[in-house]
Structures are given as structure tokens and as C-alpha cells.
């Protein structure tokens, strides 16, 4: 009874993060992005900014890759694993959640990710929005 109930809780977590609204947040001394710009620097494409990642696991990383670059958790796994091969580049480092991701992209003056827009404090700005 009790796995019941946490299976449930998980989804019920799950449905709520997917059906959040994301934001593109960046440190305050990044200017606007454009969502080429983000799907070019969470591709791999760009190295002008630091992108960090949610975890894989986490619902919120698979509707941020849908949404920011029209590609699935597969095909983004596949980009990374061809650019790390030839050497040229190193995929987003994963955080464990938001408030993570949040303090990084704060602390780095060329840091951005992606959170929940409700998360968003005064320590970072959006900078695109993804509905």
C-alpha cells in the first residue's frame, strides 16, 4: 500500500512539473535570448554562454528540450554523445533541481538554465519564456 502511494505522489509531482510554465533564466549580466539562441547553446552549437541542465530524470528536462528545441530526451542524448566523441564540446552539467540551477546560473556571470516560473527570484532574470 505505502509503494501505491508513493507511485501515485510521483506522478502527481510529474503531471505538476510538465504542466508548469518554463523560463529560460540567465544571470542578470546576460542580456535577452532569442529560443535559437537556447536551443543553439543547449545543442552544443554555441559555447558563448554556460548552459546547466535539470536532471535527466526529471520531467522538466524533457519538456525543456521539446519545447526549446524541438527534439526529444533520445535525440539530445544522441547530439551530446556525437560532440563529446569528436572532442568538441561538453554536454550541459546536470543539477539536481531548480533551486540548483538557480544559485549556479546566479553565480556564474555567463550562466544560464531553465526553471520553473515560479521559481524565479531577484538573483536571475528570465530571459525567454516557453510556453
Keep these: 500500500m505505502k509503494s501505491h502511494v508513493i507511485v501515485i505522489a510521483a506522478l502527481m509531482a510529474a503531471g505538476a512539473a510538465s504542466a508548469a510554465d518554463l523560463v529560460v533564466i540567465a544571470n542578470p549580466a546576460v542580456g535577452p535570448l ?8 543547449y545543442l552544443g552549437k554555441n559555447q558563448a554562454l554556460n ?25 539530445v542524448k544522441s547530439t ?40 524565479v527570484d531577484g538573483t536571475v532574470k528570465a530571459v525567454l519564456s516557453l510556453d
Design 34 to 41: 532569442t529560443k535559437d539562441q537556447v536551443a543553439e547553446l
Design 80 to 119: 551530446w554523445s556525437r560532440i563529446v566523441f569528436s572532442g568538441k564540446g561538453q554536454a550541459p552539467k546536470q543539477l539536481p533541481d531548480s533551486a540548483a540551477v538557480k544559485k549556479a546560473v546566479a553565480a556564474d556571470p555567463k550562466g544560464v538554465g531553465y526553471i520553473e516560473k515560479t521559481a
Design 51 to 75: 548552459p546547466v541542465d535539470q536532471p535527466e530524470s526529471s520531467p522538466i528536462y524533457a519538456e525543456f528540450y521539446k519545447k526549446a528545441t524541438g527534439r526529444d530526451v533520445a535525440q
